[in-house]
């Protein structure tokens, strides 16, 4: 088959033919139809996941076709149109059993753990656990675009955040991960502040219904220009882009018992950044962290999207053929463009 690999972290990918998947116990080989290419592979491309080991296929966002199933795999054939949450869980350990396989304790992870979907095949396992059949309805485009940012945002909105109706729930970072827990946030009725550098990121998160925007600047007092707009702060605040100076702003951007929800990943060197923790006392602010979805949890977010009150295919702006996308990997460092690139032409 034919797949992006790097060999060292930081080098540029390259397109080459390497052998097909196999299905082991439990597991089942997909044809990639479509893969989403994230900022938190570029995260793995510069190697801030531990988890990764070289030479590297990756991709976590993908959908496609089950091409062939091994032993045990009773749940899925041949044929199945399906899709997959980029953390799957075993099924077995104490964190599954409850029913919280996003943070599984052998967790398997396509494109970190293990090779991934910058491919035109790959192989999932604990396929029973993990696989999500694609009603009729959503494309493989649509369905790559929910891979990571959209679901670990609809969790962080719905189940974390727990965001209501008329709260108000502040946004930084209008990549794909902060416009997915926009647009969730306005289905639920919430009010939204965006919040970026990009004046051009800010106006398409208008465009997808954001209530009030904050461009930073260097002499911006970002908490204070939300607590203007909100009136005590919001109810909620995201942080989708993984900078110390975000969660900061994020936390102090907060009413009392406000909830602040991590999704943006830290580059290695920013893993241990402090936090106002006076402020989170004196407030009784909730510190929350979000990572991925479970794959049970898919139906709530799919119904959302059959009812047309959520619709991620807004948040595809370019699609790209298997030999572009090690390109696209690499402009990623610097969030170059609005909205999501998705790898759609395999051959």
């Known amino acids: 088959m034919q797949a992006v690999i790097y060999e060292q972290f930081g080098a540029e990918p390259t397109i080459r033919t390497v052998p097909d998947p196999e299905p082991s116990e439990g ?30 296929v990756p991709g976590h966002e993908l959908s496609g076709v089950v091409a062939e199933t091994g032993p045990g795999v009773r749940k899925w054939k041949t044929g199945d149109r399906v899709t997959v949450p980029f953390v799957g869980g075993c099924g077995a350990c104490p964190q599954c059993r409850s029913g919280n396989q996003q943070v599984c304790d052998f967790q398997f992870q396509p494109g970190f753990t293990h090779w991934g979907g910058f491919a035109e095949f790959v192989e999932i396992r604990y396929a029973d656990e993990n696989l999500v059949a694609l009603p009729e309805g959503i494309g493989f485009v649509t369905a790559a675009s929910l891979g990571c940012r959209f679901m670990t945002s609809f969790r962080a909105v719905v189940h974390q955040g727990r965001t209501s109706a008329g709260e108000w729930v502040a946004v930084f970072g209008c990549g794909g991960v902060g416009l997915s827990s926009m647009m969730i946030a306005k289905a639920l009725g919430a009010r939204v502040v965006a919040v970026d550098i990009g004046p051009e990121k800010l106006e398409f998160a208008r465009s997808l219904g954001a209530d009030a925007a904050v461009l930073i600047r260097p002499d911006t007092d970002v908490p204070a220009v939300i607590r203007e707009i909100t009136g005590v702060g919001a109810a909620v605040s995201i942080d989708a882009i993984g900078m110390p100076s975000a969660v900061r702003d994020s936390v102090m951007s907060l009413a009392k018992r406000g909830r602040h929800v991590q999704i943006g990943l830290m580059e290695a060197g920013d893993s241990e950044s402090p936090v106002p923790m006076n402020r989170i006392v004196a407030y009784e602010l909730e510190m929350l962290g979000s990572h991925g979805m479970q794959a049970h949890r898919y139906p709530e977010m799919f119904s959302m999207i059959e009812e047309g009150r959520l619709e991620p295919g807004r948040l595809v702006n370019n699609t790209v053929a298997l030999e572009e996308a090690g390109a696209v990997l690499i402009q990623m460092g610097e969030f170059p463009s609005t909205g999501i690139s998705v790898i759609d032409r395999f051959r």
Do not use: F
């Open 27 to 56: 597991s089942v080989v997909l044809e990639v139809r479509a893969c989403g290419i994230c900022r938190s592979d570029w995260h793995g491309w510069m190697g801030n996941d531990p988890d990764i080991t070289l030479p590297h």
